[in-house]
């Protein structure tokens, strides 16, 4: 039987004060609240029985320090092209904020005012994927919510805005591959290693709302 193709594992930051509140946090640089750097370490115990071959890594502290407490900060390869969508005049805001100005505002369809629209990210992080696509090992990606969904969409083939499909939660690994020549989603937003979450996950952090 042949080996299986390589596999592309995506693992979302920990929690910030401005994720828990919905945030839309592009470049500015919010630390893991102590809950984030709790549950980041918890990804160590999920990640044990990969053997990576390379692990990439957004620049901004959040995705390094999330990187670092699950065991892969040493030899981590950071990447400027991973660093999460540019929220421009919408940074630090929520969605139900902007949205009383813009109805029906989306991020996916929109963008953002002096920032990226999602072909701008879909064009940053395309030579990424075709790294990832060349990989022959598994690599690990250490990243951020919108930047990471819109990765898998193109890992998929499909247009960046196709991401809006993919809710990712903080502290949470996904992972995809091939099923034989096929891009496919093979695991998406897991989270079992953090134990029960209660209504976590029903909060405004979460979805359409989630900032990085």
Same mark, same amino acid.
């Given at each position: 039987?042949?080996?299986?193709?390589?596999?592309?594992?995506?693992?979302?930051?920990?929690?910030?004060?401005?994720?828990?509140? +919905?945030?839309?946090?592009? *470049?500015?640089?919010v =630390?893991?609240?102590?809950? +984030?750097?709790?549950?980041?370490?918890?990804?160590?115990?999920?990640?044990?029985?990969w053997?990576?071959?390379?692990?990439?890594?957004?620049p901004?502290?959040?995705?390094?320090?999330?990187?670092?407490l699950?065991?892969?900060?040493?030899?981590?390869?950071?990447?400027?092209?991973?660093?999460?969508?540019d929220?421009? *005049?919408?940074?630090?805001?929520?969605?139900?904020?902007?949205?009383?100005?813009?109805?029906?505002?989306?991020?996916?369809?929109?963008?953002?005012?002096d920032?990226?629209?999602a072909?701008?990210?879909?064009? *940053?992080?395309? =030579?990424?994927?075709?790294?990832?696509?060349?990989?022959?090992?598994?690599?690990?990606?250490?990243?951020?919510?919108?930047?990471?969904?819109a990765?898998?969409?193109?890992?998929?083939?499909l =247009? =960046?805005?196709?991401?809006r499909?993919?809710a990712?939660?903080?502290?949470?690994?996904?992972v995809? +591959?091939?099923?034989?020549?096929?891009?496919a989603?093979?695991?998406?937003?897991?989270?079992?290693h953090?134990g029960?979450?209660?209504?976590a996950?029903?909060?405004?952090?979460?979805?359409?709302?989630? +900032?990085?």
């Amino acid at each position: 039987m042949p080996s299986r193709s390589p596999h592309v594992v995506l693992v979302r930051h920990g929690e910030t004060e401005w994720t828990a509140r +919905g945030r839309h946090t592009g *470049r500015t640089d919010v =630390p893991l609240t102590e809950r +984030g750097r709790e549950e980041a370490g918890m990804l160590a115990e999920r990640l044990r029985s990969w053997s990576f071959g390379r692990v990439l890594a957004s620049p901004l502290s959040r995705a390094l320090e999330t990187c670092r407490l699950a065991g892969y900060g040493e030899g981590a390869e950071i990447r400027d092209e991973l660093m999460e969508w540019d929220y421009g *005049r919408y940074e630090g805001r929520t969605t139900a904020e902007i949205r009383k100005k813009v109805a029906g505002w989306s991020i996916w369809s929109q963008g953002a005012p002096d920032g990226e629209a999602a072909e701008d990210v879909g064009g *940053r992080i395309d =030579p990424i994927v075709q790294e990832l696509r060349e990989a022959e090992h598994d690599v690990a990606v250490f990243g951020h919510g919108h930047l990471l969904r819109a990765l898998a969409a193109r890992w998929l083939e499909l =247009p =960046p805005a196709e991401g809006r499909r993919f809710a990712l939660d903080t502290t949470t690994v996904s992972v995809v +591959g091939h099923e034989r020549e096929t891009p496919a989603l093979l695991r998406w937003n897991e989270d079992c290693h953090l134990g029960p979450r209660g209504d976590a996950l029903l909060t405004p952090a979460t979805g359409e709302d989630t +900032g990085a």
